[in-house]
Nanobody, 124 residues
Framework: QVQLVESGGGLVQAGGSLRLSCAAS?????????MGWFRQAPGKEREFVAA????????YYADSVKGRFTISSDNPKNTVNLQMNSLKPEDTAVYYC????????????????WGQGTQVTVSS
């Protein structure tokens, strides 16, 4: 069984920064499985935020966060981080860590595993 545990959410003023972390555990979870982040705001559908193909170290971002968010990982520790800078009120959402069960990433893939979510609230 694979478990994803997020941390780092909270309340921040617009223009501020937060760093989210996600730790993956499970005997079958490879250091090279792609990982990423999604978010869901109240009344909206869950949306893609960022992903990292950990095998080739390539990153992918939603247009709405490009230049402000950075995804990174510590492969030996099976953790992925999301550094969020220049936060806006519209970034307010529950952020979910996601992981895939393939050794490569494409945008057409759906995550296999999900974390429980962490709240990020940006005040204006």
């Amino acid at each position: 069984q694979v478990q994803l545990v997020e941390s780092g959410g909270g309340l921040v003023q617009a223009g501020g920064s937060l760093r989210l972390s996600c730790a993956a555990s499970g005997r079958t979870f490879s250091n090279y499985y792609p990982m990423g982040w999604f978010r869901q705001a109240p009344g909206k559908e869950r949306e893609f935020v960022a992903a990292l193909d950990r095998r080739i170290r390539r990153t992918y971002y939603a247009d709405s966060v490009k230049g402000r968010f950075t995804i990174s990982s510590d492969n030996p520790k099976n953790t992925v981080n999301l550094q969020m800078n220049s936060l806006k009120p519209e970034d307010t959402a529950v952020y979910y860590c996601a992981a895939y069960s393939t050794t490569y990433y494409t945008s057409t893939l759906s995550p296999e595993y999900w974390g429980q979510g962490t709240q990020v609230t940006v005040s204006s």
